[in-house]
């Protein structure tokens, strides 16, 4: 997600680098824009070196960007924290007299504003006016924390920690659009390599049933294909993520989100969509129980029996196979320039290791590129980091990204991916 975060001149500005490392480390592309002012209590240097970007306050630098305009266009959220009293009033007057309010005039997108003053501020008339007005154009307000201000003054008008600022901010960016007087104006996204194209990516690990009750399941929670989902969107494709885990708002906010359980499942929904490009990041369950129990399996109480039930296992479906078998089958050369990645989620054994097994899993299961990743208990399920070896079938290179986060291996996996549609 592509978000301006707005810093106005106020104290409560170290906060705002905190905040700021919540949506870099959550794998968002973060601009930030401080006011003139802001860069009194917090210099240049830090939000540089923690957006990775550089920064500017005014309109007259780096003109021919045209950045006045272009940051609001092209954002999927705005965040001003700290806002001050005073940015509350211009913004209310759409007055623009800097980088930070022409970007608020120019965004479409969900704005979220978190205020922090003195309580004599925060509380005049006309502050609380002009939060009713942005209120009333669809402006998300985060309501001031009572406790320690500046100095010895206690009150309402402490800026809220950063982690209630980041949820509150999710949760606008969840709604996609704003209110902009009475009229709703959706977020397009028209613009990046993957516009016009159609994205399926599957996440999460399968349930097999057992009974109503139990499962056989894995260890997957779905982050990396969330991350794929988000980064593919970030390009301008159509996303639809088919899933056995609930996506975080952000990301379903952006896709079309699919709901199943089982790996049959998973395979009706992937094969009937015949995206231009498929992603299997989901950790499929190889085999299921022969027989599913129709009431809870009860445990034996006899005197001595330690009896317990024999599951038999069947294979499920070779879902990733079987879309290449499919895509290959088609006679149309557009069907051919379909794109496939597989995941390899590996441990290694005696026979070889992770690349060894996902180099011959690449050539058995046909697919564009494989992904592969080392697994196991604390190891990339459920982490927030991972190490991912990217192999093409057309290349004998590998290209390794990380230990990084599941977003940046995500955003090497589709820029990868797009990077094949345009040498096709």
Not at 119 to 140: I, K, S
């Amino acid at each position: 997600m592509r978000i301006v975060l707005g810093v106005t001149g106020g104290i409560a500005g170290y906060k705002a680098a905190l905040l700021l490392r919540l949506f870099t480390e959550s794998g968002h592309d973060v601009t930030v824009v401080p006011t003139s002012a802001a860069l009194e209590f917090v210099g240049a240097p830090t939000w540089e070196a923690l957006s990775g970007k550089p920064v500017q306050t005014g309109v007259f630098e780096n003109v021919h960007a045209v950045p006045h305009v272009k940051l609001g266009q092209s954002a999927d959220l705005v965040v001003v924290a700290p806002a001050t009293a005073d940015l509350l009033a211009k913004a209310a007057c759409g007055m623009a007299n800097d980088l930070l309010t022409n970007t608020l005039l120019t965004a479409r997108c969900p704005v979220v504003m978190a205020p922090a003053m003195h309580t004599e501020m925060w509380l005049h008339p006309a502050t609380q006016a002009n939060v009713a007005t942005l209120r009333e154009r669809g402006v998300t307000i985060v309501e001031p924390a009572s406790g320690r201000l500046t100095g010895a003054d206690t009150g309402p008008g402490r800026l809220p920690d950063p982690d209630v600022i980041y949820e509150a901010a999710l949760a606008a960016a969840a709604s996609g659009t704003r209110r902009d007087g009475a009229e709703k104006v959706p977020v397009a996204r028209e613009q990046g390599p993957l516009a016009g194209r159609t994205v399926l990516v599957t996440a999460g690990g399968t349930r097999e049933a057992i009974d109503p009750v139990r499962y056989l399941g894995n260890r997957s929670s779905g982050k990396m294909g969330f991350a794929i989902a988000a980064a593919a969107a970030d390009l301008g494709a159509k996303v639809t993520l088919v899933t056995t885990a609930t996506p975080p708002a952000d990301v379903a906010s952006r896709v079309d989100v699919v709901m199943v359980e089982s790996a049959r499942a998973m395979r009706e929904k992937v094969l009937e969509a015949e995206p231009d490009l498929l992603v299997m990041a989901a950790a499929v369950a190889d085999f299921r129980p022969g027989e599913v129990a129709t009431s809870k399996i009860k445990k034996t109480h006899g005197p001595g029996d330690d009896s317990a039930p024999v599951i038999t296992l069947v294979r499920n479906p070779d879902i990733l196979a079987e879309a290449v078998a499919q895509r290959d089958a088609k006679a149309d050369s557009e069907a051919r320039r379909r794109v496939i990645v597989g995941f390899a989620a590996e441990t290694g054994d005696a026979d070889g290791d992770v690349l060894f097994h996902a180099r011959a899993k690449l050539a058995r299961k046909g697919c564009d590129v494989l992904v592969a990743n080392e697994v196991g208990d604390g190891v990339t399920f459920g982490q927030d980091e991972s190490t991912a070896h990217l192999l093409r079938a057309d290349s004998d290179e590998v290209v390794t990204v990380g230990p990084a986060p599941k977003s940046h291996i995500a955003a090497a996996v589709v820029d990868l991916a797009a990077s094949i549609f345009t040498t096709q």
